[in-house]
Every structure is written in C-alpha cells, then in structure tokens.
C-alpha cells in the first residue's frame, strides 16, 4: 500500500513537471510605441490606457492566470521613421510577444516592416488607408472603405442632392473616397475645399455661403472642430437650414454648448458610446487608478477618445488569443535582433488566433475577416439636440443604415426646435393676401400688415407656437430667374440670398416646376387657375320683335301649325257630323229650295281659332259634341301657351340683356380691337410661354410682339382694364379676379380657368419646417379655417354685394318645344278624340239605314256622308228631281224631314206606296207639281203657324218648309 501511493505521488509530480515546462512564461512583455505628443487635453492618453489595459488582464485571472503582461513603452517622434526603428529593435531585444502602436502613419508604416520580417504580432488602433492587412499586422481600426460607405449611406438617407465638402490634408480624401465617386453614380453635385492648416477659415466659409450650399461635410481632427463651427457661426452658416455632417469619430470630445440652440442639423458617427455603462466603469476605474500617482491629472467628466478606447480593446484582444493558443501548443519568448535571421516561430500562429477571436470590447464587437480588417462592427448615428449628441440611429457594415427615430420623433423635434423661435416672412403687396393695415396712427411692425396671408401665418403660428415678423420684398416682385445671370429677384430672391433675408415667402406665390427646384413649397392652401379679367357686360338695347322672344322659333312654327291644324280639324268635323247641319232661315223669301245648313266654313273655321286664342268672341260657335270637344282643346291649349307667354313675355322686358364682345380666351384671339396682356416675369407669363396649346401659342406671340400689353404688377393691369373701357383685357389667377370684381361692379371674369395652379408658402430648400407648416395647413383645411378667411378677406371686407347685382334677373331664355309639348300632346288627343266622337254622332244619325232591307247600305252610308260635302255648305236629299225645262229641281227630303211629325198631314198615298226606305217616291213628288205661276204664288204666301198646308195648292218649296217648321 505505501508503495502504491509513492509511486502516484511520483507521477503526480513528473505530470506538474511537465505542465509547467510547456506553459507560458511567467513574465510576458508587450510593447507599445507612443508619440511623444501624445498630451490629449480632457481625453487620456493612449499609453495611459495601454497600462491600465495590462494592469486589467493581470489582476483578472480568467486570461492568462499562470503569467503576467509586462507593458514595455517606447515614445517616438511622429515623422520620425529613423528613431522609431531603433526603438522597435530595442523592443525587441528584450523579447516582447507583440508591438501595439504607434499613431503616426509614417513611423507605423516602418515598425509594420520590422514586425513583418521577424514574425512579430503588430496591433494598431489607428485610421489606415490601406484596404489589406499584411500577414502580422492586425488594425482594430474600421478600414476607410466602410467609414466611406456609413458616410454616403447618411448622405443618402437624407436626399442630398448637392454638398460641400471641407477636408483638412490628403488622408481626408482617402476617407471620403466613395463620397467623391457618387458624382459619377448620380446626378449630386459635389464641391470640395481644402481647409487653411492655421484657424482662418472665414474667407473659406463665406465663399461656401455665397454659392448657396447649406450641406457640409467636414473632414478635420477634432481639436479644430469647435473653431471652425465658430467661423462658421460668425459668417452665418449655423442656422436652421444648415446641414453638417462631420466625419470624425470623437463629436463627444467637443464642446457643442454654443451651438445647442442654434437649430443647425449637426450629424456624426461614433464608435464608442459614453453613456455606455461598460464604458463608464473602465473610465471611472481608471481615473481612479490614475489618481495614486500625484503627478497624474484628469477631469472629473473625462471622455474617452475613440482611439484610446481601441488600446483598451486591443491589449485584451491580445491577451485572450494568446491564452487561447496556450492551450494547443507550448509558448516561448525570446530576445529577436533586427539584424539577424532569426524570427518568433509563434508569431503567425497569434496572429491568427486573434483573428479567430471575437469579443466585446468598449468599442463593441470585435470581429476579424481573413484580410485582418474588422467586420461585422456597428457605428452609432449621433445628432445634436439641446440635451447634447444623442443617438438617432446606426450603421451596420452588413445591414446598413438603420435609424432608430419615427416620423412623430422627428416632427415632435422640429415642432419643438420651432417654438419660441422667430421667423422673418417676406411677402409682396397683393390685395387681398398682404395690404397695409388702414389705421389714422402710424403701424410699426406686424401691426402694420393684414391680409390673407398674414391671417394665414398667424393661425399657423398659434399651432406651431413659433414668432414671426413680416417684411415688404424690397423689389416688389414674386420672382424671375436671369437667365443671363441666373439669379432670381422678390421673393425667390429673398429666400434664395447669401445671408438668408427670409425664412417664409407667403402671398399669392404660385407653385411652379421652375421655383421648386431652387425652395420648397408647403401644401397648397389656395387652389386657382388662370382666367381674364375685363370690363362687365353692357346692357343692349331691346329689339323691334322682342315680343317673339318668350318663344323660340320652333315653338312659334308649332303654334302656327296648330292654328291651321285645328282650324281645318274643325272644317272637317263639322262638315261630318250631322249635329252641326241645320234648316235654312224659312223666312228667307231669296230661298227657293228647301235645303239645311252648316256655319263652320274655312273662313269661320280661322276666325274663330284665332278667336279664341285673342280670348275674344265671336259670331259662330260649334253646336256637336264633337266640334265642342275641338273647341275645348284648344282653349285649353291657348290657355297653356298665352299664359306662359304672358309670364315669359314680362320676364323678358322686365329682365336686362347683358352682352360682353368675348367669353373664352379663343374670342381675344380672333379679334383684333381688344388688347389683352398680362403680368410680365411671372408665372402666368411663362404659362403662355412653354404652353403646347395652338390658342396660348397665339395669344403669348401676341403678347411678346406686343410689349407693352405687359404690365408691372397686377394692380397696374386691373387699372387698366378700368380705363381702357373695353379696349384691354388682363390674364391674371382666377381668386384675385374674383377680389376685385367683388369691389368694382365695372368688371368681371370672363370665360372659366385656363389652368390648374395652387398657391404654397415658400420655403428655403430642404427647410426642416416644411413638414411642420404642411401639418398645420392640413390642420386649418379640417377645421375649416383656410374657408372662413377666404370669406372673410372676399365676401365681407369691403366687397360690394357686386355679386347680387350679376345674380339679378337677365334676359329670359325663349321657350322650346320641350317646355310646352305638354299642351301640344292635350290638342292632339283632343283632336283624335273629337274625330272619334263625330264619326260616332254620324253612325247614329244614319242608324236607319241599318234597319231597312236594301242591301246596298254602305253605298248609302257613302252617299250620306258625300253629301255632307256639298258646295257652300248646302245639303240636299238623295238626289235632284227633274220636272221638265219649266219645273223646277226639288231637293230629295232628307230622311230626318221624312220621320218629323207632320209627316201625315202631306201623305197623299198609303203606307205601302213608301220606298223601302222611308223616302216617299218620285211619282208622289211629281203628282204635286204646281205651274210655275202657283208655285211663285206659292212662295209669296204666308202660313201661320198651325195652318195644314195642302199639296194641291201648295208647292212642294212650301210643304218643306212647313214641315221643317213643324218639326
């Protein structure tokens, strides 16, 4: 037993033994080259931190727990490549395991070369412009291609369409070169200025402000960042339209507290957050460490530099590789000359392991590709606000940009940088959207303005909470480009000029194509087109035959044609029907045939149409139901037309015809009397200009040949088409048009809009208000506020009801057919219904002849009915009665003479002698036939009434007489 446990004590001490002889060695050296200027006011030193970083990883005993890092320190001048060789191999002599720095590109470059020949790790933390890494070189730094990138994408992100860039020496350049190739990719527009190396940059500055570029980026060291936003500051170019976007990685080093409130747009990158709180507790633990030593001194509030922090990081990168390959392979140091051959055979193998290693530093993460660049890293997007840089989001070298605010943050913060701020607005005199305010005393300041416009920005303002003050362009124009000098004048002028003279331009500013390239617009608050402003119609004289005009010709032609229609309706009618055949007077002694009558002739048939339309009487009058329903359509057919005549006729003479020589723009065009023109160098001018139109072609010919058609100002045109009394005609926007012909009853719009065109608040381009003022328009449109100043500024405030009086009654329009074929549909049933009942009446009155047994009853129907034609209206019996050249003719006896009463008292004959249809014979008839002296005997004769005529002494004249009497 005690022999078995001497010999596991043996190989327990051969197995420690062993273990030992293959582990680290207890002291591992590291060295750091450092520039002797490397006295960073309020940020630490890059030395300081690459002992404190030694001291972490030797008092933490996860990393490297058997051994201990020793930090060699070497200071360098920065250009100075000869020291800096000789203090790399006096390093390397004593034997260091790695080589961490220095700043310096040039010296770097040298050390890099040494490291390289003897296999020795070399750690950087500096910005390379070189896109590889040699075999034992290894940068923590992000490579200048992915800074260019992060850059291009903000740039972007924020639709710029035109910078400028300011750089401090060559390697500026280098680190923007994906900037300066975008040019080539699109159509931004880059300027580039190398800065002064001294602190006089003005003269830089104001040439940057004159060519109107409000987009900056500024590529220098962050010692010098303060001064120049100074300058800047001092030639106004820190205002609210001002964009920078600032390449350096340490913005949280510089003191921003002048520029806080200044509204300027101030964007970032930042690789280390301060308010991390890892950060945090390396940075107070080490001012703490650093303050056992009393000739060390920090600020209280001290802000790591992004470089130093890269330090931190790379010593534990190194340390955590190297206890990594500890654990595959056994590790040794040894003094290395620079002049000899022999190299660190661990050197590729740690090199590799930190490229393999990934960790999270003060930086973030720390990740390496095969070329030995990092990757996979992440740069916080910073601005400045009031509270100081915050973050607004990131760039991920795999994801891209990615901003953490939404569009409520972002508005909450314009709305926020707006409040309390004051904007200078400019706007030209346009009634009714800028006036002087009419006062007895005199007006300073906003109380001197009224108008539209000026209402409009104050309800803007109550929503925004921002100050204004409004000024008069000093031109008075709107705004035209040069196109020799290419510089606009009014309002676009003031908005455009270098100092800004103005933050808003409001009136009644027209959005065009042209004008928003160089500003931008808000939202429309007004809604127009072009129209013509000119003299208001004049009455006419009435015409000769005014009294036709209540109906169109049509219907006149249609009432002529009813008039002959129903006047030949009635002819025929009553020609028809028995009711209207009655017995001549008996009294008359001309008469010498028994014969019956109708009065209804063609003549008498006209006169009483026309009778009855004059509403008058008249001698004759229908007597059948039929010719009576004739009679009582169309009285009710005048009725209707008289009576919409009468109304129509009093409406046209009390009524005013208003004429104007023009109503569309095509009229002015082919005429030659009247001048027309328009407001010169404005928009409507240049609508006429490039419009595509044969019409606006013709009329802009006209006007450019004609340059005195052009006026100054809108005022100047209305005048003259009050003078010109006709004669002149002015385009301008359709609401001033409707202003003014609301206060001058003398004119009037002509014609409707010959375009669509909107009105907007002008803004300098790219404003960070332009969102804001279109909310608050959409806001007032809601609510209905942009309506009642539209009523207020138009229909109230000194309008002249001019209005009621265009409303008043005009001459009236004719009548058409459309509007009383009502009545003309009444005549025609009417008619039809009339001839119906007249066909009825002869039906019954001929009802006897259906009754006999002669066979031939149609040809008797046809008789009866031809012989209701007879000439001169005269009806005989069946047929004429011959009686010798001495004998006179005796009418047939119509069938209704025969059935009357007194039929017996003449009968000489028996019933059956009668005709089989009821007509007594002609042998009776000529058994009665008198001499001629007789019968004139006869004739002369008077019977009273009662008296039987007797058929031996009477004539046959007498006997029909008698009987018609009798009936």
Not at 659 to 667: Q, R
Not at 828 to 837: E, N
Not at 867 to 881: D, E
Not at 929 to 950: F, I, M
Request: charged letters at 20%.
């Amino acid at each position: 037993m005690p022999i078995f446990n001497f010999c596991e004590l043996i190989t327990a001490c051969l197995i420690i033994h062993i273990h030992l002889s293959w582990s680290l060695p207890e002291i591992i050296k590291i060295g750091g080259l450092f520039d002797v200027t490397d006295q960073i006011k309020g940020a630490g030193k890059q030395e300081t931190a690459f002992r404190y970083a030694v001291e972490r990883i030797n008092y933490n005993k996860d990393i490297l727990p058997n051994s201990r890092l020793s930090a060699q320190i070497e200071k360098i001048a920065p250009r100075d490549s000869f020291h800096a060789s000789k203090r790399v191999c006096h390093l390397l002599k004593s034997g260091v395991a790695a080589l961490f720095g220095p700043e310096s590109g040039t010296t770097s470059s040298h050390v890099q070369s040494i490291c390289d020949a003897l296999e020795i790790p070399h750690i950087e933390t500096r910005w390379d412009p070189l896109h590889r890494r040699e075999g034992y070189s290894i940068n923590l730094y992000p490579s200048p291609q992915q800074i260019s990138q992060a850059y291009l994408s903000v740039i972007k992100e924020f639709g710029w369409k035109s910078f400028t860039i300011l750089y401090e020496d060559s390697a500026g350049l280098m680190r923007l070169q994906d900037l300066l190739k975008t040019p080539t990719d699109s159509d931004i527009k880059i300027v580039v200025k190398q800065l002064n190396s001294n602190d006089e940059n003005k003269e830089i500055l104001r040439e940057v402000k004159q060519s109107g570029e409000i987009h900056i980026v500024l590529d220098c060291s962050h010692l010098r960042i303060h001064t120049l936003l100074k300058e800047a500051q001092a030639v106004g170019m820190m205002t609210a339209y001002h964009n920078y976007l600032i390449t350096n990685l340490d913005l949280h080093l510089v003191d921003l507290e002048d520029f806080k409130y200044g509204g300027t747009n101030i964007t970032s990158f930042r690789l280390v957050d301060p308010n991390n709180p890892i950060v945090q507790g390396v940075v107070r633990n080490w001012m703490l460490g650093e303050k056992r030593f009393p000739g060390r001194h920090f600020p209280e509030n001290m802000l790591i530099k992004t470089e130093t922090a890269l330090m931190y990081d790379a010593v534990h990168l190194f340390a955590k590789a190297l206890d990594e390959l500890d654990k595959s392979q056994v590790i040794t140091t040894k003094p290395l000359s620079c002049r000899g051959m022999e190299t660190w055979q661990h050197g590729n193998s740690l090199v590799n392991y930190m490229k393999l290693i990934e960790m999270e530093g003060l930086t973030g993460k720390i990740k390496f590709d095969s070329k030995g660049l990092r990757t996979d890293f992440e740069l916080e997007i910073v601005e400045l606000k009031k509270d100081g840089l915050q973050k607004v989001g990131s760039w991920h070298d795999q994801y891209g940009i990615q901003f953490a605010r939404n569009f409520t943050e972002t508005y909450s913060e314009i709305v926020e940088s707006l409040q309390n701020k004051t904007l200078v607005v400019t706007t030209i005199r346009s009634p009714p959207y800028s006036m002087y305010r009419e006062s007895p005393e005199r007006l300073v300041g906003n109380e001197a303005f009224e108008g539209y416009a000026i209402d409009l920005i104050s309800e803007i303002a109550k929503i925004l909470k921002f100050n204004y003050t409004f000024k008069w362009v000093d031109d008075g124009a709107y705004g035209y480009k040069n196109k020799e000098t290419g510089e606009w004048n009014g309002l676009m002028g003031e908005l455009l000029s270098q100092p800004p003279v103005a933050d808003l331009a409001v009136s009644d500013l027209t959005i065009t194509s042209e004008r928003n390239e160089y500003i931008d617009f808000t939202l429309p608050f007004m809604k127009l087109g072009i129209s013509i402003l000119y003299q208001a119609p004049r009455k006419t004289p009435p015409a000769v035959f005014s009294f036709l005009d209540p109906f169109s010709p049509t219907v006149w032609l249609y009432v002529g044609g009813a008039y002959a229609l129903i006047s030949l309706t009635l002819f025929v009618i009553a020609r028809f029907t028995p009711m209207e055949w009655v017995l001549l007077d008996p009294c008359d002694q001309a008469m010498e045939r028994d014969e019956i009558e109708q009065e209804l002739y063609v003549n008498q048939c006209l006169w009483w149409a026309w009778a009855a339309i004059m509403w008058m009487g008249c001698e004759v009058a229908p007597k059948a139901m039929s010719t009576r329903m004739v009679a009582g359509t169309w009285y009710l057919f005048t009725l209707v037309m008289v009576s919409t005549y009468t109304a129509n006729l009093a409406a046209s003479l009390t009524a005013e015809t208003m004429v104007s020589p023009i109503n569309s723009a095509k009229d002015l065009v082919e005429q030659t009397d009247i001048k027309y023109g328009c407001l010169g160098g404005g928009s409507t001018s240049r609508f006429f200009q490039n419009s595509d139109s044969l019409t606006y072609s013709m009329i802009w010919n006209y006007m450019s040949s004609h340059p005195d058609v052009f006026t100054k100002s809108n005022p100047e045109g209305i005048q003259r088409v009050v003078s010109a009394s006709g004669g002149y005609a002015f385009f301008m926007e359709s609401s001033s048009i409707e202003y003014h012909i609301e206060r001058n009853c003398n004119l009037a719009k002509v014609g409707g809009e010959l375009d669509q065109k909107s009105y907007g608040i002008g803004l300098r381009k790219n404003s960070p208000y332009t969102d804001q003022l279109n909310s608050a328009i959409l806001q007032l449109q809601e609510n209905g506020v942009l309506h009642k100043l539209k009523t207020k500024w138009w229909k109230q405030r000194g309008a002249k009801n001019c209005e009621a009086m265009r409303n008043a009654p005009k001459s009236a329009k004719p009548l058409t057919l459309a509007n009383v074929s009502g009545a003309f549909v009444v005549l025609i049933v009417g008619m039809f219904a009339s001839t119906t009942v007249a066909f009825i009446e002869f039906l019954w009155t001929t009802r006897k002849i259906f009754t006999t047994k002669n066979s031939d009853k149609l040809s008797q129907l046809k008789n009866e009915a031809l012989c209701n034609f007879g000439r001169k209206g005269l009806k005989q019996n069946l047929g004429t009665l011959s009686m010798g050249k001495k004998e006179e003719s005796l009418p047939s006896l119509p069938s209704r003479i025969i059935d009357s009463p007194s039929r017996s008292q003449y009968e000489t004959s028996s019933e059956s002698s009668r005709s089989e249809d009821g007509i007594p014979p002609i042998e009776l008839l000529e058994s009665t036939t008198v001499s001629p002296p007789v019968h004139t005997a006869l004739k002369k004769s008077t019977l009273k009434r009662g008296d039987v005529p007797s058929p031996a002494k009477d004539s046959p004249a007498t006997l029909r007489r008698v009987m018609m009497q009798t009936k």
